[in-house]
């Protein structure tokens, strides 16, 4: 598994929210569904309003989201 920071906006009512996640998959495609899936779910937000800037593979020992690490680091 690896671990990928993402990058980008959503529409929280009228306004844009930008954000960037750290998520744990098996390749970039993954990382976005996974990433829809969770602001979804935890913000009410749906697809057409989330905006992906940048998605990008980060190194295990940068990786700052506890449970993404541990994700990556139990793969091994």
């Not at 998520?23 to 993954?30: S, Y």
């Not at 990382?31 to 980060?58: P, T």
Request: hydrophobic residues 45%.
């Amino acid at each position: 598994m690896k671990a990928f920071r993402i990058s980008g906006r959503f529409r929280m009512g009228r306004a844009w929210q930008p954000f960037t996640k750290e998520v744990a998959a098996e390749d970039e495609a993954a990382a976005r569904e996974k990433l829809l899936s969770i602001l979804g779910s935890q913000h009410k937000v749906a697809r057409k309003y989330i905006e992906i800037a940048k998605a990008a593979e980060v190194p295990a020992s940068e990786v700052q989201d506890h449970a993404v690490q541990y994700a990556v680091e139990g793969e091994l």
